[in-house]
């Protein structure tokens, strides 16, 4: 039927064109072009439809839109992690907010303990898998880590950011221990370069007790991609309330926006029961049970040294 229709409006343009000029057949050869304009405003329309009943907490509703979303693009990454998400939301999860990482595992497997660590002595990044790379819409996004106590091993924290595997660090930051045992953010100032959309970065975090043997760092590395979406993005625009936000990245699989938009609302109300509620759903959703109560640091932090890639002076460096 859409097809007969897309004929007749192909025929209607032709008619009304001076004669000669254009051919039928060129007008024909244009039908393809028209229906994959059409596949792509379905699915668009699916997708957002279904980011509005996630918001109005109607699950099914919200899974059958993602459901017809990806019968238009099989294998669409937006679609089937939308339709992960809802479904855990459906089975039982009574959470306010909760994310199905694509391949779970708990942290562990990826961090190296150098010797000089006593028992205890462990960074926790706070990311959904370490078989996961980690999606964010930000081209400067924040890393959270959950950090021990300072003790007399550690002499220094220190955070790299590299382009795919490229050796030489994009982004380097080296700063002192902290006293107290807690969650911090590092973020990516408005003077570093941004990340690039599509492409893939490796952060990696130590903690140093020799900085003349490095090989006794406790070692955690993982990645990171920026990823634009005109759905999500849509949605979000059009989605006043910060919580609601969140529900949707994480809906959407971007992880570091949820995780990022919960912590600043932390920070600005610490003893909101709902916020605090909504921060602890999301990380035991992931199996961060364990930081789930911890403080979040301040947001600013003692630099030694801050350093940008292809030999940019130096600079201070913090949290946000």
Same mark, same amino acid.
């Given at each position: ?19 000669? &000029? ?99 002595? !462990? ?84 903690? !140093? ?26 949605? @979000? ?53 364990? @930081? ?20 940019? &002076? ?7």
């Amino acid at each position: 039927m859409k097809r007969k229709l897309w004929k007749s409006y192909l025929f209607a343009l032709l008619v009304c064109l001076p004669f000669g &000029a254009v051919s039928t057949s060129k007008i024909f050869a244009l039908e393809p072009v028209f229906q994959v304009a059409q596949v792509t405003n379905s699915y668009n329309q699916y997708m957002r439809l279904g980011y509005t009943e996630t918001k109005r907490r109607n699950y099914r509703r919200a899974l059958g839109y993602f459901q017809q979303a990806a019968q238009l693009r099989p294998g669409d990454i937006y679609a089937t992690t939308a339709i992960r998400n809802v479904t855990g939301y459906i089975q039982g999860r009574k959470t306010l907010i909760s994310f199905v990482p694509g391949k779970p595992n708990r942290v562990g497997s990826a961090a190296s303990r150098g010797a000089c660590f006593q028992r205890g002595e !462990v960074v926790i990044p706070l990311i959904p898998s370490n078989r996961d790379t980690q999606y964010t819409t930000e081209e400067r996004p924040t890393f959270f880590f959950s950090i021990p106590q300072a003790s007399r091993t550690v002499t220094e924290l220190e955070f790299v950011l590299r382009e795919d595997e490229n050796l030489d660090p994009l982004y380097k930051e080296n700063f002192k221990a902290f006293d107290q045992a807690g969650i911090v953010g590092i973020t990516l100032k408005a003077n570093q370069p941004p990340l690039k959309p599509g492409k893939e970065y490796t952060w990696a975090f130590s903690m !140093v007790c020799d900085p003349n043997s490095r090989d006794r760092d406790f070692y955690l590395e993982g990645k990171i991609q920026v990823m634009q979406d005109e759905n999500i993005a849509a949605q @979000v625009k059009e989605t006043p309330t910060p919580l609601d936000r969140a529900v949707l990245y994480a809906t959407a699989g971007f992880w570091e926006n949820a995780l990022s938009i919960l912590a600043d609302l932390r920070r600005q109300s610490p003893n909101d029961p709902k916020i605090k509620q909504y921060w602890s759903d999301l990380l035991k959703s992931v199996k961060l049970d364990a @930081v789930a109560d911890q403080p979040l640091l301040p947001p600013c932090c003692t630099t030694q040294q801050g350093t940008m890639g292809n030999g940019a &002076a130096e600079r201070a460096g913090g949290t946000r």
